[in-house]
């Protein structure tokens, strides 16, 4: 009896297919492109970002440079007010805003932008981080001037409130209110798609690659989803408290592996610097060329350190001041530690390993031939072989490829449903490059993977439920529903594949530029005249010790 192919699949390769032509649509629709001649094309809403990243960072006058020793001592707290308004401290604010963005998008992403864009994409990738910091410190600014206070102590926070209040402050109120409702909307989705989904599905990847256990995704994803559900029913002061403990040392763990690797191919790295700047301006044409590099460099590293996007003042406007600018301030450092440093060494782990041109591994052992279809063996390779591919197909009843085995000086032909493809096959590259090394690293990074995952899912659920708050109110019949659904689609992250994830993720998060690029442009001089109070205060705390 013949076995209906619909039938015959499984649990994830349904909800895959389900997903597929959301995200077809979703990524045609946001990531509309502008032609620049010559064939190409840049993403609107990317060059929307990097201007403003630009002209914020000279509008005022290069302060994510000249105030980072500030930023620095006002996380000690030696700035604020004793008994101002909010729930958490300056550092409880960033690091519970840095372990949404300190996440896969710093394993993962970095892998997938490099994969696809090439080396070169580092360089932008740094560049969108330092101008992200100015980005950054607007935003929160923001937040936190126009933030809610309960009368129980508990605030309310986010590009919701300052495009609301303060654009009615401008006389824009009916503009004002309609930005903070498409914003709130936007912010719920681009939670489940980037906070959420490609979390999910990142961690499932490496867990199941490293321990060969729960391969079913739906399977892992509902063991996720029961904790992230206890942890997120606690709301930010929970948040905050696992995430204070959690981000530092993940950081630190993750930070001492890839120095580790980095010192092994210390002889490498000259050379993978020079790769970087070069590609940056002339990347090669099997990876997009600069265009290509440009792109993946911004899209990944805003997705990583999310300047820009509005969902950090969420977080940061829960913190204990009356000066707004001093979380803003507090917040740049967010771009600079996610993507100038964590990024970074990522890349360079990659680039210095050589695995960032590897496209493919052995599915079994197999045999390397001379030509395609021909029975003359050049060697036999074991399963988990890596290859690099030299561009040479040939069809023959069956698709062969040319491959060249990873660092070795062999090269022959193998049948394509022979070898599993890894272009842009982020968290794997990643896992890989920390293996050539030292063997075991898989496991240490799938520890560091699932933390930095959790912690991830835990800090945008309270973005997102701020969002759903302003949308419906205080409502915990809403707020308890909207988490069960959060949680279910953790289950859904893992089990999709990783190509429909992060396009549908990408497209929901960067929906969010919008309506918060608008209200940033309107309230800049609101943001200036708080910069300046919180110097004058500065300087008066200064100069009185």
């Given at each position: 009896m013949p076995v209906n192919a619909?039938?015959?699949?499984?649990?994830?390769?349904?909800?895959?297919?389900?997903?597929?032509?959301?995200?077809?649509?979703?990524?045609?629709?946001?990531?509309?492109?502008?032609?620049?001649?010559?064939?190409?094309?840049?993403?609107?809403?990317?060059?929307?970002?990097?201007?403003?990243?630009?002209?914020?960072?000279?509008?005022?006058?290069?302060?994510?440079?000249?105030?980072?020793?500030?930023?620095?001592?006002t996380i000690t707290g030696k700035y604020t007010t004793k008994d101002a308004p909010g729930q958490i401290t300056h550092f409880q604010a960033l690091s519970a805003a840095l372990s949404a963005t300190v996440g896969l998008g710093n394993i993962a992403g970095v892998a997938v932008a490099i994969a696809i864009g090439?080396?070169?994409?580092?360089?932008?990738?740094?560049?969108?981080?330092?101008?992200?910091?100015?980005?950054?410190?607007?935003?929160?600014?923001?937040?936190?001037?126009?933030?809610?206070?309960?009368p129980d102590g508990k605030t309310r926070g986010g590009a919701m409130y300052y495009l609301q209040d303060g654009l009615k402050e401008m006389g824009m109120a009916k503009l004002g209110k309609f930005l903070a409702i498409l914003f709130a909307i936007f912010c719920v989705a681009g939670a489940i798609g980037a906070g959420n989904m490609f979390q999910a599905n990142q961690a499932h990847q490496q867990f199941s690659?490293?321990?060969?256990?729960?391969?079913?995704?739906?399977?892992?994803?509902?063991?996720?989803?029961?904790?992230?559900?206890?942890?997120?029913?606690?709301?930010?002061?929970?948040?905050?408290?696992?995430?204070?403990?959690?981000?530092?040392?993940?950081?630190?763990?993750?930070?001492?592996?890839?120095?580790?690797?980095?010192?092994?191919?210390?002889?490498?790295?000259?050379?993978?610097?020079?790769?970087?700047?070069?590609?940056?301006?002339?990347?090669?044409?099997?990876?997009?060329?600069?265009?290509?590099?440009?792109?993946?460099?911004?899209?990944?590293?805003?997705?990583?350190?999310?300047?820009?996007?509005?969902?950090?003042?969420?977080?940061?406007?829960?913190?204990?001041?009356?000066?707004?600018?001093?979380?803003?301030?507090?917040?740049?450092?967010?771009?600079?530690?996610?993507?100038?440093i964590v990024c970074t060494m990522t890349a360079l782990v990659i680039i210095s390993s050589g695995m960032w041109n590897v496209k493919a591994d052995a599915i079994n052992q197999l045999d390397l031939v001379t030509a395609p279809a021909s029975q003359s063996i050049v060697t036999t390779v074991e399963s988990g072989t890596k290859f690099n591919l030299t561009g040479n197909e040939s069809e023959q009843g069956r698709k062969w490829l040319e491959v060249k085995v990873f660092k070795e000086d062999v090269t022959g032909w193998v049948k394509s449903d022979d070898i599993k493809m890894r272009d842009g096959d982020g968290i794997w590259l990643t896992s890989e490059a920390f293996a050539t090394v030292i063997s075991w690293f898989p496991y240490l990074l799938s520890i560091a993977v699932i933390l930095f995952a959790f912690s991830t899912l835990i800090s945008w659920s309270y973005y997102a439920e701020q969002a759903v708050i302003y949308l419906f109110g205080k409502r915990n019949d809403v707020i308890i529903s909207f988490k069960f659904i959060y949680c279910l689609f953790i289950i859904l992250g893992a089990a999709a594949s990783l190509g429909n994830v992060i396009r549908l993720a990408d497209a929901?998060?960067?929906c969010m530029v919008v309506p918060n690029l608008i209200g940033v442009y309107f309230l800049l001089k609101v943001v200036k005249k708080e910069l300046s109070s919180y110097l004058d205060h500065v300087r008066t705390v200064d100069s009185s010790k």
């Open positions: 619909e039938s015959s699949m499984s649990i994830d390769q349904k909800i895959d297919q389900v997903l597929e032509p959301a995200a077809n649509v979703a990524e045609s629709v946001v990531f509309w492109s502008m032609p620049i001649g010559g064939g190409k094309a840049i993403p609107l809403v990317l060059i929307v970002l990097g201007t403003t990243a630009l002209f914020l960072t000279i509008y005022f006058r290069f302060i994510n440079f000249r105030a980072l020793g500030i930023a620095a001592r090439g080396p070169g994409a580092t360089f932008w990738m740094i560049l969108v981080g330092l101008c992200g910091m100015t980005t950054k410190f607007t935003e929160c600014t923001l937040g936190v001037k126009y933030r809610k206070v309960d690659d490293t321990f060969g256990i729960l391969e079913q995704g739906w399977q892992f994803g509902l063991i996720v989803a029961l904790v992230v559900g206890v942890v997120i029913i606690g709301g930010i002061v929970w948040i905050a408290r696992v995430t204070s403990f959690l981000v530092p040392f993940m950081c630190a763990g993750y930070m001492l592996a890839a120095v580790t690797v980095l010192i092994v191919n210390a002889g490498e790295i000259p050379s993978s610097i020079g790769l970087i700047f070069t590609e940056a301006f002339s990347g090669s044409a099997a990876v997009g060329g600069v265009i290509g590099a440009i792109i993946q460099g911004i899209k990944r590293g805003v997705f990583s350190n999310e300047a820009g996007v509005g969902s950090a003042p969420i977080a940061h406007s829960a913190v204990k001041t009356d000066r707004p600018a001093s979380e803003g301030l507090v917040a740049l450092l967010e771009p600079f530690i996610d993507t100038v929901l998060f960067f």
